[in-house]
């Protein structure tokens, strides 16, 4: 109910595509990054400050929103949109990357995954259909399957089994999953391995959902591995569809990923990063707290059209992180996350006008890492 996905362009020497993937709750015109909001908040970032970003939708998670507050104070509240005052898409990832990154804190068994809560100890039981259940509480306009996340470097046996798992889990959220109004995406995992992954993609390919994602990426393997797993992948999965690469957002990576048919990205990045004085400027990223920017009263960047650079300077940005003053965080994270919001933009006009390996060689090229 409520979802499509129109293609609106191709690129004509890549596999690139801009669309529209429409949702209850608005339209996401892609290729678009999506900012992460862990806990119902893009940290130190108002939503007002968050439209103005640009940004179309943004993520939730549902492991961290079930410890802190608890799914039925949102769904008291009337669910996650009016909760967190944000009226547009929200996508709420399944807490299966929590059994990645809170390995040390949790086991794995067929039935599904038991952590012990870093709050306070607690013993949280995550199945697929407590997944599901969560996740319809909270009431997201796409919800994730659960999923196993197998950390790099594994060995292919592990993450044959992870794999394998995770399909069995998936056909465990499709009979558990109980609302219309929300789009249920599988995941392909498979790690490293390209048949793994090959194989994923096309058993997923076979269920009608209304998207499909690409996970167990950007876990530390290298960029060249994400590049080759995402090239290999993405056309696997149906043309008709939106396609969403799960935890990666720099700008070579975004390039390449779309370059293979991605339409969605998240990251925690353009907070995280502000949260550390670092100011992403044109896909660089320069560090604030650099005595070259005390007397520095230009604007971070003058291109930009965020409300940081149209305000600011960069001396003040640096003075705020050197006095320890929380304005900082909110005005950095405003211009970060516009920069990849923008830049995701100026890759759709560039598809939409058939010039994206033109003004986008630099990044289809580059080999170093950013």
């Not at 979802?3 to 996401?28: D, E, L, N, Y």
């Not at 400050?49 to 410890?67: E, K």
């Not at 003053?325 to 939409?352: K, Y």
């Amino acid at each position: 109910m409520g979802f499509s996905f129109q293609k609106q362009a191709t690129c004509s020497h890549t596999k690139a595509r801009a669309g529209v993937f429409s949702t209850p709750h608005g339209i996401v015109e892609t290729p678009r990054f999506m900012p992460v909001g862990t806990l119902a908040n893009v940290k130190t970032v108002a939503p007002d400050q968050l439209r103005a970003t640009g940004a179309q939708m943004i993520l939730a998670n549902t492991y961290h929103l079930h410890l802190q507050p608890g799914e039925g104070i949102v769904a008291a509240a009337g669910g996650l949109h009016r909760f967190m005052g944000w009226d547009g898409p929200i996508l709420t990832d399944s807490g299966g990357f929590q059994v990645f990154s809170l390995s040390e804190m949790r086991s794995i068994t067929e039935a599904g995954v038991q952590f012990k809560s870093p709050r306070d100890g607690q013993i949280i039981n995550l199945t697929p259909e407590r997944s599901m259940q969560i996740q319809n509480a909270l009431g997201a306009d796409v919800i994730m399957a659960f999923d196993e996340c197998p950390p790099y470097p594994a060995e292919r046996e592990a993450v044959k089994l992870a794999t394998d798992r995770t399909y069995r889990w998936l056909e465990r959220c499709v009979a558990a999953h109980q609302r219309l109004d929300q789009a249920l995406f599988p995941i392909v995992q498979g790690g490293v391995y390209l048949d793994l992954r090959q194989q994923a993609a096309a058993a997923i390919a076979q269920l009608d959902t209304p998207g499909y994602a690409i996970g167990g990426v950007s876990v530390g393997e290298p960029a060249e591995l994400i590049e080759k797993i995402v090239t290999a992948t993405t056309p696997l999965l149906p043309d008709d569809k939106p396609r969403y690469l799960m935890g990666v957002g720099t700008h070579r990576e975004m390039v390449q990923a779309i370059a293979a048919g991605i339409d969605l990205f998240d990251c925690v990045i353009p907070t995280r990063l502000a949260r550390h004085g670092a100011a992403l400027v044109q896909g660089d990223r320069w560090n604030l707290k650099n005595n070259r920017f005390r007397e520095d009263f230009t604007p971070l960047d003058e291109t930009c059209p965020c409300y940081t650079c149209q305000t600011f300077s960069r001396a003040y940005l640096s003075h705020l992180l050197h006095a320890r003053e929380l304005l900082a965080f909110t005005l950095i994270s405003i211009h970060n996350i516009t920069e990849l919001v923008n830049f995701t933009q100026r890759i759709r006009d560039a598809i939409l006008g058939d010039r994206f390996t033109t003004e986008f060689a630099h990044w289809l090229n580059k080999q170093e890492e950013e």
